[in-house]
């Protein structure tokens, strides 16, 4: 093996130029020669690709975002698309690749595996966490401290106000930035698609706020909860049925993508990284590099992909019991 080439696809996310970083640098270590390919797998077809070395990546560690941009290509889904990706590969003599994405991204590079020969290795770059067999995804930990942030200074007006505000965070399929931010920040009520705990719940909580002494909520939502057909119904509903609280909606949207990557989200793609090339010189492909128990650990790209991840029971109850 001499020459890799790396790649971001699907959605930015924090710490994605760390772990681009750290694919160069270790290539560079092992005496590898690294290729750097822009717009995802859209520029892997059209062959836009750029040698990068150890200097090229510097002053990265802290950008959020992702230096080699990102596309999503409908073409790629296509034979003819793939054929083209492979052939531009061949030409730049590359090796072995490295992807970084989410659950798209893998299930892309497990077909093009399927039709050519061409060892690849995922990494986990997205911030709803909602990857198999990796205990945290590149993103998910600054995608959290955003939420909780922003979350943090709504609650200044609500209190000055006597206010309930119904705050969206991403998580179209994933609970897990509303129930880790909705614990962080205080939240009275978490609503995630995993559990459809329905609307009358939700008012009867809010209820027994308002009894208890509570002059203002916050809700969190997570945008593929389905009390409401969106988030603007559901506070219509709750105004209807609820005189105690003026009601307000917030939608945090794609500031929780941005930002600088938090310390942890630059370690972990850095170890991620490093463990990527690792794999593929001792052999590995298929595979998506992950950490549970705090360990760089190798998983199957269907393991990663194959779609139920769970929700932690646990972080409910706790919910539940520190919202009283």
Request: hydrophobic residues 40%; aromatic residues 4%.
């Amino acid at each position: 093996m001499k020459k890799i080439a790396v790649l971001t696809s699907g959605g930015d996310a924090p710490g994605m130029n760390a772990a681009i970083r750290a694919v160069v640098r270790a290539c560079a270590f092992n005496q590898l020669e690294c290729v750097g390919v822009f717009r995802g797998l859209q520029g892997l077809i059209e062959g836009d690709f750029k040698e990068m070395g150890p200097r090229s990546v510097k002053n990265i560690i802290n950008r959020g975002g992702t230096i080699l941009k990102s596309a999503r290509s409908k073409e790629f889904r296509t034979p003819e698309g793939r054929a083209k990706a492979y052939a531009q590969l061949q030409k730049a003599e590359v090796d072995a690749l490295v992807v970084i994405g989410g659950d798209g991204t893998f299930t892309g590079a497990s077909v093009f595996m399927s039709e050519y020969d061409m060892p690849i290795v995922g990494l986990p770059g997205t911030i709803d966490n909602d990857i198999n067999g990796t205990d945290y995804t590149i993103g998910y930990d600054t995608a959290l401290n955003t939420v909780v942030e922003a979350i943090d200074k709504i609650r200044d007006t609500a209190n000055s106000h006597n206010r309930l505000f119904l705050i969206e965070v991403m998580g179209r399929d994933a609970g897990d930035i509303a129930l880790n931010a909705g614990i962080g920040a205080g939240a009275e009520e978490i609503l995630i698609p995993e559990q459809n705990l329905g609307r009358e719940r939700l008012i009867n909580s809010l209820k027994r706020s308002k009894k208890s002494g509570k002059s203002s909520s916050i809700v969190v939502v997570a945008e593929g909860d389905q009390s409401g057909k969106n988030i603007f119904e559901l506070a219509d509903y709750v105004r209807e049925n609820l005189d105690d609280y003026e009601v307000k909606v917030t939608v945090l949207g794609h500031i929780q993508r941005g930002g600088s990557p938090s310390c942890y989200d630059r370690v972990l793609a850095s170890r991620l990284g490093v463990g990527a090339v690792d794999a593929l010189l001792s052999g590995a492909r298929g595979v998506m590099i992950g950490v549970a128990n705090n360990k760089v650990v190798s998983v199957p790209f269907e393991e990663a992909i194959k779609g139920d991840n769970e929700i932690d029971l646990d972080l409910i109850r706790v919910a539940d019991i520190t919202s009283v």
